[in-house]
């Protein structure tokens, strides 16, 4: 046994101190002798006797608990087993995520030295497993030799931090495992890994948990482009560059697209994000945005775009907290091609909402001022707005609201009047075939909407805009109206069951999806880490996805069905589409998620509030090989101590109280 501290083993000098105390309590007093009295015997030999016994039992057990005590804190380690009938089962759990790279990958050397010397004073025959983040598994073994070399050979990924369902995986790999249970994280500490993690969802086990802080200082110079998107019917694009630092700092912003090149110089005030309009007056098929700036972390000083072709596009959606709201989303989401955020309409003053190509807003409540002006500025700007109208509609204020006093201009296709129940179900009579919305089934439109009934719907007056459909008792159902460079479609009902069936056949999601691809534009970039769907060619029985370093991964598409796959690394990633008649190309942009460079750190009082009744040690990184020797060799060694020392202590205190309880009984029996 040897000891990481053993410069308090001095202190076992410190036993001596009960020992020096009991002999000079132990003075002889000069003995009176009088007549009256001499003839009483004070005491029995065997009180004195006892008495002797008790000072010696009391003086062994601080003794005893004086070297516990000091021999806990000397930290004793131990690399054999120390409980022997124990299996020891150790879980690692790694960030590889894109942070671990900042500083010259010293964060990542920090995680990959501090993993050897973790399993380095593992006892023999210990069960470890690793798991990191970015989903990789080495699944248990015994042979600490070959999880270190796997471990080694990993480099850092460029993916988000994903702590929370790595932990989770570990607890759930060790709930059925008996004996002695050992969690180490080993991370950078960085707060927005944190902010949403959540310990409800663990599994009701208790482990030990040691995590290890392998990341940088703190407070250093960052820059990360948070997003580029193009300005709906412009030839510009919008740049965000958020500041993490507590500095300003003013660098350089560099285009690079399709022979296309400009630099320019912006200046990004401390902890700010800010936007610079970018114009292009090319088409461009990809576009590349990059800091010049030599701050700790370059894997997010890169974005890319990419036009769209077939992939994934983003529309925004906010209104009531109902089934109407469900209906629109699971519509617009069933082809596979269009992510939707969902918002409160209240949220929407904080939103740039000119990276959506659609705005869905399904019977909201009043929209307040501010809000309304940043839509009408979206729609003109070339923005499509797709607007349900239901039950939480204020006739009268839906009309004031969306006329501009001063040109004296209604917004929006129609006015109000009010709400229409219909004693009959109402059916659609007439559709503007000819339109886009409608064009791909022409004529046959009217007859797949035969079935569809209305029980109300809202009545208008003021029409403005083009009717694109009627019902037979001839109200208008859908308006279009064109703003600016962009397009309105107001519906006069909300999709509720209540109002309506329309929702429910499958034309409504057909004819949703076609109103998001109306717009043409640059897909809404994805992240490294997500999953990517593209649709091709029906007749394709092969697709290769051929990933920005120009690796090519095969996929047998037998089923001829929409292809996924998640992209591990930022750029611009192809999937081609192999048929008879040739091939199909589909692109898109990968980045890396922009919150990685906020390299703020966690404190660890935040992280023992999240994990409550568990108990967490900590590892700082500039004493990692002595401290992880003893939370891994000694750790339960110096417990064992500790716990005799405590057994010792309240042992002492209920014998002083025996005795001195004894004492008082023989003093009034004499």
Known sequence: MGFLQPIFLWGLLG?????????????????????????????????????????????????????????????????????????????????????????????????????????????????????????????????????????????????????????????????????????????????????????????????????????DEENQTNLTIKDFYPLPGKNSYICEIANWSKQEITTELKITADGFETIKSVTIPERKTTEIEIKIDRDCQTIKAEILHPDVLKVDNIFYLQKETVGQKRVLLAGSEDSSLSYTRSSVESAGTILVDTKNINELYDVTLEKYRTILLVNPQRIETKIRQKIIDYVNGGGTLVYFLGDRIAYEDFNSDWLSSEKNEFFMPVKITGKSEFSKAARIAWVATAHPLFSEFGDRTVDFLKTTRFNECLSVKEITGDILMKLDNGYPLLCEKRRGKGKIFLFMFTPQQSWTNFQTKPFFPVMMTVMVESLSGFTYPTSVGDAVMVKGSENADVVNIVNPQKETITITNKEKTAVSYIPDIPGIWTSIFSTREGQQKHIIAVNVPYLEGNLSKISRGEIRSIFRKTHIGFVNKDRMEKIILAETAGGQMMMFFLEIALAILIAELILSNIFVFLKEKGSKNV
């Open 15 to 215: 036993i001596g101190i009960p020992v020096l105390i009991h002999l000079f309590s132990r003075r002889k007093s000069i003995p009176y002798y009088f007549s009256a009295i001499k003839f009483i015997k004070l005491t029995q030999k065997k009180t004195i006797r006892r008495q002797k016994l008790e000072e010696i039992l009391v003086l062994a057990l601080r003794t005893v608990l004086i070297a516990c005590l000091f021999l806990a804190v000397a930290q004793p380690v131990s690399k054999k087993a120390f409980f022997s009938g124990k299996e020891s089962w150790v879980v690692l759990v790694l960030d590889d995520s894109a942070s671990m790279s900042a500083s010259m990958e010293i964060p990542w050397s920090n995680l990959k030295k501090a993993s050897e010397q973790i399993l380095a004073t593992l006892k023999k025959g210990t069960h470890v497993a690793a798991i990191f983040t970015s989903g990789r598994l080495i699944p248990f073994s015994t042979s600490c030799q070959e999880i270190a070399k796997q471990i080694r050979e990993n480099p850092a990924g460029f993916h988000g931090n994903t702590l929370q369902p790595a932990i989770e995986q570990a607890f759930s790999m060790l709930e059925k495992r008996f004996g002695y249970q050992k969690i180490f994280i080993v991370t950078d500490m960085q707060k927005t890994a944190w902010e949403k993690f959540s310990s409800s969802e663990f599994k009701k086990i208790n482990p030990n948990i040691t995590i290890v802080d392998a990341g």
